[in-house]
């Protein structure tokens, strides 16, 4: 019997996580900025100029990659914190409230490109869409999410409560997402319908997938980063980081 | 000591709830003259159109109801948190989601059945006719046990945290949702002559999710504001 096994619970320990975390975070962020250089001069010099949007479309190169990142974050948000309930390691909380901060940026992110877009294609920066209107909801859980831990004292008391509401949160997205978009049916206000997909020149797609990766990278990035001041935070009484921080 | 049936325990936390409220008649009365404020402002802030006020009153009124029903949940478990009880009701042989399942509908009881009774009254100030009334009164009564339901879970969550009120309000507020809309649209599905079945059904359904739930989520969040 020789099979090699990963002791993957070693990284739950917050001293060989920062550690591997250092190692981890140069390669991602060389991705990022990599994959970002390629997707932006994609986007901006190579990708063709939409018949019928002009130039004002190529803000889809980043509205997309945010939009997607938003909702993926909260999930992988949920999916740590569901970790910190069940196995009850002190990493699965910290990587959570890592990752919320730039959840509830991209979110933004996407909100705020959408309204640029919005303004020169529909005339209006903001309509009652079902999909807008789920990515404003999705910020509110974001806040929420901040604020709550934000406001608890006890670190490991606030990644708990904070878990138990990105799990409540994760389970109500899907029911907000389609109540919204009934409510929209009924209405139909002066929606525009977004879900139309105009055939994309491959170009234009390239550039997209390539940002989208990238954001990826950036998100990966940051989220280590992140922890890894969040791990010298709590720890900041143990021997390891006194030699760490020296 | 004799060991009591579950019905017979939750029905003698229920009757204390009931106890504690009506010595605190203030505690019950004051989300529902909240509601009625509320409801009452729109038409000044809008203007007295009856056209537009009455398109605007089921979702006026809905809005109203779920600030109102905020209001109160605040003290859902505060009281019994700072005098101990509270750690003896997780302590308990029950089992801690039966009890917050009493808990929540005891609150029903005493502040979301209130405003289904006041209702009517504001959708006459409205100009809702009979049949909106009514479908009003049904929604309502569907919609806010899932308010207590889903609001038991931030008042857990919140429970001797700084600035509570306000963040319990961030907290749940973007959950409530659904039942804002699927509520506020049966009227005016009904008005517009497509049905309000479907909306019931809806708010049924989640009614019998967060029944289900609620507790859970509850119960986790009241043991990690014991510890």
Partial sequence: ?246 | MKKLGLARVMMALMRREFAVALRQKGEVLTPLVFFVVVASLFPLGVGPESALLLRMAPGVLWVSALLAAMLSLQRLFATDYIDGSLEQMALSSTPLGLLVLAKALSHFLLSGLPLVLMAPVLGLQFGLDGRALGILMVTLLLGTPTLSLIGSIGAALTLGVRGAGVLLSLLILPLYIPVLIFGAGAVEADAAGLGFGGHLSLLAALLVLSVFFAPLATTTALRISLE
Avoid at chain 1, 15 to 28: E, T
Avoid at chain 1, 74 to 103: D, E, H, K, Q
């Fill in chain 1, 1 to 246: 019997m020789n099979t090699r096994v990963i002791h993957w619970f070693k990284f739950a320990s917050p001293q060989n996580f920062y550690n591997l975390a250092g190692r981890m975070w140069p390669w991602f962020a060389t991705l990022a900025t990599l994959l970002a250089g390629v997707g932006l001069w994609i986007s901006f010099f190579v990708a063709p100029t939409d018949a019928q949007q002009g130039e004002g479309y190529r803000i889809i190169f980043v509205h997309v990659p945010a939009s997607q990142m938003s909702m993926f974050i909260y999930i992988v948000m949920a999916a740590w914190a569901g970790f910190g309930l069940a196995f009850n390691t002190r990493l699965s909380g910290m990587m959570a409230s890592a990752l919320a901060p730039t959840g509830a940026l991209f979110a933004f992110l996407s909100l705020a490109t959408g309204a640029l877009w919005g303004k020169p294609m529909w005339g209006a920066w903001w309509v009652w869409d079902a999909r807008l209107t789920s990515e404003l909801i999705l910020l509110f859980l974001y806040l929420g999410f901040l604020a709550l831990q934000a406001s608890i004292d006890d670190p490991r008391r606030a990644d708990k409560a904070c878990a138990v509401l990105a799990l409540v949160g994760v389970v109500n997205v899907p029911i907000i997402y389609f109540s919204v978009k009934w409510w929209n049916t009924l209405h139909q206000g002066a929606s525009v319908s977004l879900t139309r997909s105009p055939t994309m020149a491959s170009t234009m797609l390239w550039g997209m997938l390539i940002m989208v990766v990238a954001c990826w990278m950036y998100a990966i990035t940051i989220a280590l980063l992140r922890v890894r001041t969040i791990i010298l935070e709590r720890e900041r009484h143990t021997e390891w980081v006194k030699h760490a921080v020296e």
